[in-house]
């Protein structure tokens, strides 16, 4: 079924059964749209082992669909900029379908993506890893060289005084255990703790230690 073109474009080197095209956003779009109390339209994607006459199980990382984003290179659509795809990531059994997401882009110069990020079954964030979380729901990897890796937290104002950092808690209500936070006006770092109400965040906070810009520390002070 074509829209838009008298024939079917090649994208991946595959022509597909449905094709939109167009050269603008109306033309090119598709729309779904639901009316309801508390669900909105779905885009379902399903995948079985077998055949249509007799599906079987889907095993451990087999593919369940995938949305993949390719521009044209001055010849083709041969190559896909970026994918998100979703992965049996366990062992299924009878309404049992344990899942993960996986996200790839492709570096300049690579004509194919590589994972940057997966969210596994249990929850668990890796960035730049695909296995081995050391019981953290979140891990941070990059290759050897460079300049190592980094989280940057940002705080995006020129207001003196503000801050931004790391709060550390180990309760479910909004209280700052802990944190470590950097302050606009004298570049300080600043260790916190011992906040047990008020509500989260550093301003009701106990400052206990902080290393200056020019690097004093001061414990109990902040001027030292």
């Known amino acids: 079924f074509i829209v838009g073109?008298?024939?079917a474009e090649s994208v991946g080197s595959t022509q597909f059964?449905?094709?939109v095209s167009g050269e603008s956003f109306q033309d090119s779009g598709t729309l779904q749209v639901r009316y309801g109390a508390s669900s909105g339209p779905a885009a379902i994607f399903a995948n079985a082992r077998g055949s249509t006459a007799?599906?079987?199980t889907v095993q451990d990382s087999d593919e369940l669909g995938k949305i993949r984003f390719y521009g044209h290179d001055g010849t083709d659509f041969a190559?896909?900029?970026?994918?998100?795809?979703?992965?049996?990531?366990?062992?299924?059994g009878s309404d049992d379908m344990?899942?993960?997401?996986?996200?790839?882009?492709?570096?300049?110069g690579a004509g194919t993506p590589t994972e940057r990020l997966r969210i596994d079954s249990s929850g668990n964030f890796g960035l730049g890893t695909t296995s081995n979380?050391?019981?953290s729901p979140l891990e941070v990897r990059k290759t050897a060289g460079?300049?190592?890796?980094?989280?940057?937290?940002?705080?995006?104002?020129?207001?003196?005084?503000?801050?931004s950092g790391i709060i550390f808690t180990t309760t479910t209500s909004d209280f700052t255990s802990a944190?470590?936070?950097?302050?606009?006006?004298?570049?300080?770092?600043?260790?916190?703790?011992?906040?047990?109400?008020?509500?989260?965040?550093?301003?009701?906070?106990?400052?206990?230690?902080?290393?200056?810009?020019?690097?004093k520390f001061g414990f109990g002070t902040s001027s030292p």
């Open 54 to 56: 007799s599906p079987a």
């Open 133 to 135: 979380y050391d019981d």
């Open 17 to 19: 059964r449905f094709n």
């Open 5 to 7: 073109a008298a024939s």
């Open 79 to 92: 190559n896909h900029a970026a994918a998100i795809q979703a992965e049996v990531d366990g062992t299924p």
């Open 179 to 215: 944190a470590i936070a950097h302050k606009r006006n004298d570049n300080a770092l600043i260790f916190y703790n011992g906040q047990s109400s008020g509500g989260g965040g550093f301003a009701n906070a106990t400052e206990r230690m902080r290393i200056t810009s020019d690097g």
């Open 98 to 108: 344990p899942g993960r997401l996986v996200f790839k882009t492709t570096s300049s």
């Open 146 to 163: 460079g300049d190592g890796v980094a989280i940057r937290v940002t705080n995006n104002t020129t207001t003196d005084g503000s801050q």
